[in-house]
């Protein structure tokens, strides 16, 4: 080359590899996650010093964060109080990584006048992985019992007007009342979810899905006094697979039309569940009562039932013991509702229940190869208000 001749190159005249080296070479690092330690805080891995006040500096210093943050949960037990962990945050991602138990408090006076333990509001960008909820809800699953005045109960955990949630591997046990709530939410994903409580304890759902869009349940186990996942008012685009139920109730959408004005529930896929000894298998329940709700575009398939006394139910005269039973017709319109490779056995002799509404009785129900056995014979169908079609090998026989 010639005594001050510039020598040019561009990155086209560079081999492939060379491109993909520079750009590596010159990218810039990862963003680390800001890290926060609960017990450099001040919280108290012994059970029983009150943690709620460095689990809560932790939040506000994540949430603030420019970046992403990880509050670290170590091993051992921590007593929380009660807990709000409210947003918006700065931070469009914030990691909950659980190694511990967090504890509530034993005595339920303290915390079952509210409506939650642990919440989150207003949330965008959210993971918790791992951990173990001990919501001690036994003393008052016992007052229930007793027929004494006793408060509602606080659920275990809820996501309320949240959204890009991810639950991951998170234990939920002895929770007065529902285990885990979605209310309100967009885009929330519930994953290796584990939820224990009695047979006996009351109205502790696993799972309660309201008011939200896009939540999908993943390869969980679920035994408890209630339904294992419980759909209400204002769900849509749900997908639940691989749920292991029992005990319990079942999965449920409803109870539907406890209010006049409701919001309805669709697009609903239930598929590859197993239900054990449950009361229920797949269940829609709703009020017999005028409402505007509705359930439509429900899949039901791939569904296992071991001595599950009532394994399909289609219920629209559903009414609580401790409730004055209304006795009008149902104003809920159910609607396009599959049952498909749904086999078994059922602990009663109707396996198959549906007990539509008189003034808007079911439509568009398909039944596809179900065989569901009571004892060593077939089981029946019970069929009221309801209309649809069978397909394939069907036993019961469709009473549709």
Not at 107 to 112: K, L, N, P, T, V
Not at 229 to 238: D, E, K, Q, T, Y
Not at 341 to 365: L, R
Request: hydrophobic share 35%; proline share 4%.
């Amino acid at each position: 080359m010639a005594r001050g001749t510039t020598m040019t190159m561009s990155f086209s005249s560079l081999p492939q590899t060379l491109i993909c080296i520079a750009f590596l070479f010159f990218s810039p690092p990862p963003v680390t996650a800001a890290q926060y330690d609960v017990v450099s805080l001040g919280a108290k891995a012994d059970g029983k010093s009150d943690s709620s006040k460095a689990f809560l500096s932790a939040w506000s210093s994540a949430c603030a964060s420019s970046g992403p943050a990880t509050i670290n949960v170590p091993s051992g037990s921590f007593y929380i109080k009660s807990a709000a962990f409210v947003g918006p945050c700065k931070s469009s991602s914030i990691t909950f990584k659980m190694g511990g138990t967090l504890v509530a408090p034993s005595d339920y006076s303290e915390i079952g006048s509210s409506e939650n333990w642990i919440i989150f509001r207003h949330v965008s960008g959210l993971n918790v992985v791992g951990g173990v909820l001990d919501g001690q809800g036994s003393g008052l699953w016992e007052c229930k019992a007793s027929g004494k005045s006793c408060p509602k109960g606080a659920t275990n955990l809820e996501f309320s007007n949240s959204e890009n949630i991810l639950v991951s591997g998170l234990s939920s046990v002895n929770s007065q009342m529902f285990h885990i709530v979605v209310n309100g939410c967009q885009n929330v994903k519930l994953q290796g979810v584990k939820v224990s409580a009695s047979g006996t304890s009351p109205n502790t759902d696993g799972i309660h899905i309201s008011q939200s869009q896009g939540v999908t349940v993943l390869n969980s186990k679920i035994g408890t006094g209630d339904d294992c996942v419980s759909i209400g008012p204002g769900a849509s685009n749900l997908w639940i697979e691989n749920v292991a139920c029992g005990p319990g109730h079942g999965i449920s959408i409803g109870s539907l039309g406890k209010d006049s004005q409701e919001d309805g529930v669709q697009n609903v896929t239930v598929t590859t569940a197993t239900f054990t000894g449950t009361q229920n298998g797949v269940r829609i329940k709703s009020w017999a009562k005028p409402s505007t709700g509705f359930a439509r575009n429900i899949l039901f398939q791939h569904a296992v039932m071991n001595n599950v006394q009532n394994p399909i139910i289609i219920n629209q005269n559903y009414c609580t013991d401790d409730d004055d039973c209304p006795h009008e017709s149902s104003g809920v319109r159910i609607s396009d509702v599959t049952y498909q490779d749904i086999h078994g056995t059922s602990a009663t002799e109707v396996a198959v229940k549906f007990d539509c509404s008189s003034e808007y009785p079911c439509t568009g129900i398909t039944m596809e190869d179900v065989k569901l056995t009571y004892g060593n014979r077939v089981a029946e169908a019970s069929c009221e208000n309801a209309g649809g079609t069978a397909s394939g090998a069907v036993q019961p026989s469709s009473c549709l």
